[in-house]
Structures are given as structure tokens and as C-alpha cells.
């Protein structure tokens, strides 16, 4: 059964990889993922406020937040506090490189253009083959047009692109007032993937002590509606590969991804709770499912539910909406 993919220029075996997650911290682990199939490492995100507290040993000075009250910045981790700091970071992609035999992904989380372009020269020169920009942006600025939060992020693809050689993917979260319209823009800035979504982890609070507590909850398949819905919409209209990360879980979560046009499946939670050997797991799982129903290949499957091709394309649209709030009996 052919399962291959192409995937930000990545001629890969399939699409299954670990998403960025603290599994690559361990060199072991890294190698186990890798025995068990992983098509390529994902590694976590270097954020920039890492490198701003290791160089200048405080967050005061950080672009984004000069406006902001200065109390804010106490919410972040202490340097000790994150699993790797800039220098540890880079020389984990080196022993990765040296561990493995495939594409090793690197991620960076930065505020300003300035903040990424440095470290994304540096991901490159420690061996990174492709590097994916997490652009983790919650706007709450009242002055800030949705315009300039786009604006943002396609200068900074735009930058990061210019300065590296290798391929460059963008991770998004699925907040933007037109995300076919942004994902087109991504694609006039030569971005070479698109990864949908990436999660934000929202605080509770604590009634009695009057605090924000963090919360981390790990995904289950519920959450891959969202993913499909945007990658099917998206499928065969863009140039960029897409990608899918969060809510894949079984065989089949990975079945509907490819056929909603994924190219590459990122899985984090379900390798969290079920170990690297789930990535076994889920292959054996999609090859049964695809000779079952007599597919020879998964590029023939690839976008067979998308927007385009889909027997009922309304249903990712505003018709769905309707049909399903009609359709509820109590």
C-alpha cells in the first residue's frame, strides 16, 4: 500500500509525525519515534521571550509588550523554568540530526521580525531542514485592525523567508476574520506549508483565590472537526501543503485528514498518552483501512472530501449550519 506524500517539498514515506511536544527533549525517545515510523521530527517551539530573558536577563524590553502594564510580565516562566533554553535548543537539532535519518522540523515563536530572523539563520546553520514558525498571537490591543495583525505575520514570513534556504511552514490558530483570504496571502509570500490549527490553552479561574490558573488539556478527536473543515475548504486552492495538528487520534482521524487534503499529520497527544509506539499503531491502522476499501494508494484519496470535490460542499459552509441546529430533537 502506498502511503507517500509530499510535504513541504518532503518526498515522506506518509504523513505521520510527532508534533511539537517535550518528546524530543530525549534523545531515546527521538530514536524510538523514529523506529516506529515517523515520517519526520517536529520539534517544540523556541520562543523569542527565551531568547530576550537569556540575553538581556529581563522581559522589560519585549516590542509587543511596551504598552502593556508591566505587572504582565511576571506571568511568564523564569529562564530555568523553560526545557531549552536558545543555545540548548539549537544543539538538541544537532545531536537530533546526528540520531536520525529524517527531516528534522524546527519551530520558533517570536514577537517582532526582528526576534525571529536571527534564531531562524541559526535553526538553519544547526541543521534544521525546514523550520515552522508558530505564530502564537492573541490581539487584545482595542487600536489593532485585524488587518495589522495579518500584516504582522506576512512580514514576517516574508523576512524569514529571504534569510533561509530551507522550507518554511506557518502555523495558525483558526482566529482570523477571513482565513481562506490569509492562507492565499501566505501562499503570495512563497510560505511552503500551512499548518492548521495550533490550540489555545485558556486559563480558568480560581474563584476562591482570585488567581488565573493555566490549564493543559490534551485533545481528543473532537477537536479534528475544526482542522478538517478548514484544510477541506482550503484543499486545491492553495499552494502551500497543508498540514493538520490536533485531534488525531486513531487510524481513522488520520483517513479523514488525508481525505479532507492533508499532506502531513502532525499527533502530540495521543503519542503522549499512548507512547512513540502508537505511531505503529496508527499506520498498520490507515494501511487495514485503506485495502479494506480498495484504495491502492493514499494520494488517491487525498482531498476526496475537500470543498471542490466533496458530494455535499455546503456542508462546510453556512448551510451546515443551519441543518444541524434544525436537525436537534430533544
Do not use: C
Request: glycine share 6%; proline share 5%.
Amino acid at each position: 500500500m502506498d502511503l507517500s506524500t509530499k510535504y513541504m517539498g518532503f518526498d515522506l514515506p506518509h504523513p505521520l509525525m510527532p508534533g511539537a511536544s517535550p518528546l524530543v527533549d530525549d534523545l531515546d525517545t527521538v530514536k524510538r519515534l523514529e523506529d516506529a515510523g515517523a515520517a519526520a521530527i517536529v520539534m517544540h517551539s523556541l520562543f523569542e521571550e527565551q531568547i530576550t530573558i537569556e540575553q538581556m536577563g529581563t522581559l522589560r524590553d519585549i516590542e509587543t509588550h511596551a504598552e502593556s502594564f508591566a505587572e504582565a510580565t511576571s506571568y511568564f516562566p523564569r529562564a530555568d523554568e523553560y526545557r531549552l533554553g536558545p543555545d540548548k535548543y539549537l544543539e538538541q537539532i544537532r545531536k537530533i540530526k546526528k540520531a536520525v535519518r529524517i527531516p528534522v522540523i524546527a519551530s520558533l515563536n517570536g514577537t517582532t521580525v526582528a526576534g525571529w530572523l536571527r534564531y531562524a539563520h541559526l535553526m538553519e546553520e544547526a541543521g534544521a531542514d525546514a523550520l515552522e514558525l508558530n505564530v502564537y498571537y492573541l490581539a487584545t490591543e482595542l487600536h489593532e485592525s485585524s488587518e495589522r495583525v495579518e500584516r504582522r505575520t506576512l512580514d514576517i514570513v516574508r523576512a524569514v523567508k529571504k534569510s533561509v534556504k530551507i522550507p518554511v511552514s506557518v502555523k495558525l490558530s483558526p482566529f482570523f476574520s477571513s482565513l481562506a483570504h490569509f492562507a492565499s496571502q501566505l501562499d503570495e509570500v512563497n510560505a511552503d506549508g500551512i499548518v492548521l490549527f495550533n490550540r489555545f490553552y485558556q486559563p480558568d479561574i480560581d474563584a476562591e483565590t482570585l488567581d488565573v490558573v493555566p490549564r493543559l488539556n490534551l485533545s481528543d478527536s473532537d477537536e479534528l472537526l475544526l482542522r478538517i473543515r478548514w484544510t477541506a475548504i482550503l484543499s486545491g486552492r492553495v499552494i502551500a501543503s497543508l498540514g493538520i495538528s490536533g485531534g488525531v487520534h486513531t487510524p481513522l482521524d488520520a483517513v479523514k485528514a488525508v481525505m479532507s487534503g492533508a499532506h502531513g499529520i502532525q499527533i502530540v497527544s495521543a503519542l503522549l498518552k499512548n507512547g512513540p509506539g502508537h505511531l505503529r499503531t496508527m499506520l498498520d491502522g490507515m494501511r487495514s483501512w485503506l485495502e479494506k476499501h480498495e484504495y491502492e494508494s493514499l494520494g488517491q484519496m487525498r482531498g476526496s472530501m475537500s470543498l471542490q470535490t466533496a458530494p455535499n460542499p455546503s456542508a462546510f459552509e453556512r448551510a451546515n449550519y443551519m441543518r444541524v441546529l434544525n436537525a436537534w430533537r430533544p
